[in-house]
Nanobody, 127 residues
Framework: QVQLVESGGGLVQAGGSLRVSCAASGLTIRRYYMGWFRQAPEKEREFVASINWSGGSTDYADSVKGRFTISRDNAQNTVYLQMDNLKPEDTAVYFC????????????????????WGQGTQVTVSS
């Protein structure tokens, strides 16, 4: 019933940009803290960014801070991740997560606080 579907991934040259989307169904995202995580081949899933219910508070991993922007459109039940100045080390499958936890932003850096996940979208950065 609950489904998060990521889209927008693809192949881009280093220095380029992509925007990935997470469209939710079966849940109303305004009730959830939302996050983006990524997983490179043979690596652990790592936190990328999170955003609170209203969109007024965001948090970013140091590795992407200043380059990525998370946003949400609760009316469209969709969360976005704008990725600028992409680097080869950004290559990964990007996953969207939804959390019902009410806590400090730092909590949402950990995958165990998310209740639902999408299947991911591949982002590949060349050069």
């Amino acid at each position: 019933q609950v489904q998060l579907v990521e889209s927008g991934g693809g192949l881009v040259q280093a220095g380029g940009s992509l925007r990935v989307s997470c469209a939710a169904s079966g849940l109303t995202i305004r009730r959830y803290y939302m996050g983006w995580f990524r997983q490179a081949p043979e690596k652990e899933r790592e936190f990328v960014a999170s955003i609170n219910w209203s969109g007024g508070s965001t948090d970013y991993a140091d590795s992407v801070k200043g380059r990525f922007t998370i946003s949400r459109d609760n009316a469209q039940n969709t969360v976005y991740l704008q990725m600028d100045n992409l680097k080869p080390e950004d290559t990964a499958v990007y996953f969207c997560g939804a959390s019902h936890t009410m806590a400090a932003p730092i909590v949402y850096r950990r995958i165990e606080h998310y209740d639902f996940w999408g299947q991911g979208t591949q982002v590949t950065v060349s050069s």
